[in-house]
């Protein structure tokens, strides 16, 4: 009886250990994507500044 209760512990431990794991490498895909977002919304103000530098210089030109 001892030995089964160990058994049944043991393996609700490994299960609980499994589901760990795999919530830990959900947590880490879903940091990467947030993270390559990031990036990818740097870039794009990036780029929208230096549109906005452009369309600012062509404007200067037509002012007297």
């Known amino acids: 009886q001892n030995s089964e209760l160990v ?3 043991i393996t609700e431990i490994a299960s609980v250990s499994e589901e760990a794991a795999s919530n830990s490498e959900e947590v880490a895909a879903a940091s990467e994507e947030q993270s390559s977002s ?3 919304i740097v870039s ?3 780029e929208l500044a230096n549109m906005a530098n452009d369309l600012s210089r ?3 030109q037509f002012n007297l």
């Open 7 to 9: 058994d049944s512990t």
């Open 44 to 46: 794009a103000a990036d």
């Open 38 to 40: 990031t990036a990818e």
């Open 58 to 60: 062509a404007v200067n």
